[in-house]
């Protein structure tokens, strides 16, 4: 809650007044999602109150201080928390209880159970449906979460004291992980769920404010908001998947994997857009989000395939590339492979659902012996800390290696240097199904592409 | 062959000269694919023959009349026919030993055990084989064909008296029913495979000489060629079961398939094109070429998951429509169902792998009794006759009928009538799972969609 706000607190009228034109905003969670939404709003002149329950990340924010690697999220964070329109502080019932216009934007499901949050959300639910309101509050979930939940939170609600007149909004984010400032404030479309006519009307009054009126947005209701969040990512997870299996199919066959890219994507119905071969597709959102349009939690029988195809054509891709590195290598005991990259995209510091790591874990299970190299990464990141090597010099990593492996696209391992790396490695095998190695430059020094 | 090149036959210089500058052309097949080739190349001034197996369609052809709808090639066809710059012939051992570029476009696979026709190749391979020639003539495939099948065709030649010397070139079609000419004369773009670098140089001079140069033109070996052709269609198909699957659970959620639809495609990595729900995807080309990529007869072992995957979607549609109407109309035996639209797709009369004859066989093992009307198809089809009542006037077709399905959402059922349908029908059921009705209208006279 801004402190101009807090001052004026006994005067109902100029607050009530102060809502109806720029309403006082909380965002609850301070990850990527929240944070775009919260800063944008602040940069457009809404007071922004973030809570987020991780004591580092709350007193760095309050620093003004991103604790991801965005470049524009992180510089317009600055301004407004420098501007005051920005405040960040611990989850604070009486913030949550004052508020009238609440973003939940908290990791909602457990990111190894894939189970929804149920404790978060019942406490936010208590806290907010715990006091009396003259205008009932809006609620608005950004997160991601399985198809009917919505349904379960205006349950939780409904048995709070106050809860059942409490609006609920599903308004789903679709935001690229690195670039969640700029698609926040240009989204290709807004979604806007709700089982109640003017339960969106202050979302909507906000959007009105802040969007342009070129930007589509899709009314309808909480469920099926919640099955285009989730759809959409399934049909990116579906898309790559396909290229992705049609590339293996190629690596298998000694085909040319660039061609036949292009030559299906030139197709301008199917295009080349976002249609990379790789090691699968990762990060925190496609794969999960495949696993949540199945949930057992979701209470209904339906089995999406398009989503079990995915995943499956992702498990493929890995024991193939095992079985490939097997037939070159041997048996991968004690055999020291390198892995550049562990990010689960290029140009981003961010492990979470890594093909790479994923990668890894099976290479481990083998008894091979991993080193990762990323020019992003910290030595504390989580994925990789105490159970593989992370080594920032690049000689050391590849020193003595059976493998190379190009695990994240980084821009920065096109200008590697196959002269200097053939001089350290033991084997001379490379993995890049990425395409991001010049294969003739590398083959002349010696080195065979598995 | 064009008379004027036989009256020359004695000169070989002024032959050789004619190859040179523009060369005579042999087309094997006058499916939609050989016909859209061969009048393109005979309005940019080639002299072509069509060679065709069936008596009827060659007759037909030679007065110019095209033997299936498509406007604008029924247009060049008679033109070109009239001007004798295309010629339609029966297959004739002499044309297809004369014939220096020879494009074959035959239906290169049995339409029910999916087996490739080898026995029409190995007559094509020994035809052409059996004259020596001064210069090799080249052979361009241009049907679709299982992942290696040039590598047995390349046999097939290998084996003849003088086959060996032939060029092989892979150039797969990727036109759209209905478009055939539209999309042979401004294709996406022009896939040309071949195993030996000169093969292809033949068809590339004939390609530069009538396509302008900003069309793309991928080259690639022959196996790549094939892949590329069966995968454009396997991405198809496996897109449409995305959005086939998504509108499945949104029927039987009872949510709101418009809305989802739209906010899923509203990402412009996803977009809306080539998105539209349906009784699954169908036609000569898509299920078929999803079964192809996995033949047996390809010599892999690989099993594309994205193309059983699409099938299988296919399938689920069609058992899960099947138990909601049984949930609304009881047991089916002896039930008349009314399909309205027996073509693959609006606006032709091609019913090839038409979706609602799958589904019409489906539900006539159930017991119901099936009366189609479709305004664009003759009571000859092939499909329809002997198995399925065909009735051409709509009031017949409905009359006590249980259901009313769309089968093909030809735009002329948009303008139906339910005031007047509702006094025909038994019981007041639809199915529309295009969404081409105005479904509120429908409601208003007691229709109940299912």
Not at 178 to 199: H, L, M
Not at 315 to 324: C, F, G, P, S, V
Not at 337 to 342: D, K, Q, R, S, V
């Amino acid at each position: 809650m801004p402190v101009n706000h807090l001052l004026l607190f006994q005067s109902h009228l100029i607050i009530e007044f102060n809502m109806n034109s720029k309403p006082d905003i909380l965002v609850i969670g301070a990850g990527y999602v929240g944070l775009a939404s919260a800063v944008f709003l602040a940069t457009k002149g809404y007071h922004v109150t973030v809570a987020e329950k991780n004591d580092s990340t709350v007193s760095q924010l309050q620093k003004g201080k991103l604790h991801f690697r965005e470049q524009l999220l992180a510089k317009n964070l600055k301004q407004v928390v420098n501007s005051k329109k920005l405040q960040v502080s611990l989850p604070d019932k009486k913030i949550y209880q004052d508020s009238k216009i609440i973003f939940i934007a908290i990791d909602s499901a457990n990111q190894s159970s894939w189970k929804m949050r149920m404790g978060s959300f019942t406490k936010i639910a208590q806290w907010i449906g715990g006091k009396k309101h003259k205008n009932a509050p809006v609620i608005i979930l950004k997160s991601t979460n399985i198809i009917g939940f919505s349904e379960q939170f205006r349950k939780l609600l409904d048995k709070t004291p106050f809860g059942e007149h409490i609006k609920l909004v599903v308004n789903p984010e679709f935001l690229r992980e690195g670039f969640a400032f700029e698609d926040t404030v240009k989204p290709w479309r807004i979604i806007i769920g709700s089982d109640n006519k003017n339960d969106a009307k202050p979302l909507l009054d906000i959007y009105k404010n802040i969007y342009s009126s070129k930007i589509p947005i899709v009314k309808t209701d909480c469920k099926s908001a919640e099955l285009i969040k989730l759809a959409s990512n399934v049909y990116l997870a579906h898309r790559l998947a396909f290229i992705h299996e049609i590339a293996d199919f190629a690596r298998l066959e000694k085909l040319d994997v660039e061609s036949i890219k292009k030559g299906i994507g030139l197709d301008q119905r199917i295009g080349l857009d976002y249609f990379t071969p790789g090691l699968g597709f990762g990060g925190s959102c496609l794969p999960k989000d495949c696993i949540l349009i199945n949930s057992d939690e979701s209470k209904n029988s339906y089995k999406f395939e398009s989503a079990i195809g995915a995943m499956s054509v992702n498990e493929k891709l890995i024991k193939n590339l095992i079985k490939n590195l097997i037939k070159s290598l041997g048996d991968l005991r004690g055999q020291k492979i390198t892995i550049l990259g562990a990010a689960f995209k290029s140009e981003i510091d961010d492990t979470r659902g890594s093909r790479a790591v994923v990668l890894a874990q099976a290479l481990k299970k083998r008894g091979a012996k991993i080193v990762f190299n990323d020019p992003y990464l910290s030595k504390s990141e989580k994925l990789i800390a105490g159970t593989f090597t992370l080594e920032s010099d690049l000689n050391k990593a590849v020193k003595a290696s059976s493998a190379i492996i190009i695990g994240t696209p980084h821009k920065k391992f096109k200008s590697l240097k196959p002269t200097m790396l053939a001089k350290k490695v033991k084997l001379q095998f490379v993995v890049d199904y990425f395409g991001l190695l010049n294969n003739a430059k590398w083959e002349k020094q010696g080195f065979k592409f598995i």
